[in-house]
């Protein structure tokens, strides 16, 4: 097919070698290749770009999250300092936003050491311009904060993580893979035919032909902040399109343009996300031994958080233009049709800690 593309070229030369790849390494290969990849080589976000989050829809989504931190911060016992940590920060806007929110609460953003985990050469450039002014530190992955407790901040970053897919044939699951097509050379899926080494227990009445998803990264993510929680403090909120409870289907998704494609269409060009399982999330914490509280709708984790009086507040000084716009966007982060009830919040704690803000339980 699109032997233009360095990414295609570059699988086909490895499945040519090694052969087919699993799902979870086209996935890495496709986003994160250190020269072709896609988030190593654009800045995929707003309108010319792929796709919106959250954060670029609005800066009521940063500033609640940032109200979230100086809230936590404060049921934390203050401490000074201590690590406030975002996991793919995207354009550093959700950053930007909250500590602009923090300015409120001066204490806590003086008391603030600010870390970023990105990995895209590209977006750690727009995060240092977003951010100029803030004295901020980019890694790799969770840094080592030498013992401080950690506020952990990830938005729409676990659905950029790989995944693994398996398929249900005669009743036992195998890998599926990204090989060749004999007919036309072109990207195609296969299954292993051996079965997979996987719990036989997993979804025992899937039926013939079902997928099952795994994330094995996002499950060593979410330990590893878990962890650092358990051991020095603090707690995390991951933000993510997902599903509350163990399930199958495919969920992995290719999309260009604001327009979703063919998952092997154009890898390296499109964004490839998959559902988070706040399930398997929730264990992997709890695994550590961190308690994990939600996962909330985002909708009702906002609107706890006062996203309306917010709106209220912008739209007062706003012109009639800019009212409409707030609207919009209300609308857009906390509507049932948009993105209220698909996304999801959780928020990962010590066990002792009482409930954070946005996950009071009703009464
Ligand atoms: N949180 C931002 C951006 C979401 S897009 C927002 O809401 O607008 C996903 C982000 O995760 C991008 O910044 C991408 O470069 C980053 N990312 C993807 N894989 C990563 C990895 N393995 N480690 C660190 N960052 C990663």
Redesign the pocket.
Known sequence: MDDGNPVVRLLKRRIADEGPLDVATFMAVA??HPEHGY?VTRD??GAAGD??????ISQMFGELVGLWCADTWQALGRPDPFALI??????G??MADALRALAGVPACRDAARIHL????PV?RDMQRRTLAGHHAAWH??LPDTGGMPALVI????L???PVEQYVRTNGAWHARRVGLSADTGTLCFVTDPAPAALDAALAPHAHEGAILERAP?VEA?VADIARHIVDDGGEALF?DYGYTAHATGETLQAVRGHKPIDVLAAPGES?LTAHVNFAAVAEAAAAQGARCHGPVDQGVFLERLGIRARARALSAHASPAQRTDIETALARLIGPAEMGTLFKVLAVARPDAAPPAGFETTP
């Open positions: 986003l994160a988030y995929p976000l796709f919106t989050t959250a954060p670029e975002e996991f793919g920060p995207g354009r806007t959700l985990v990105e990995t895209s977006l790799e992955r990830a938005n729409e970053f659905d950029a993580l990264a993510a933000i964004d």
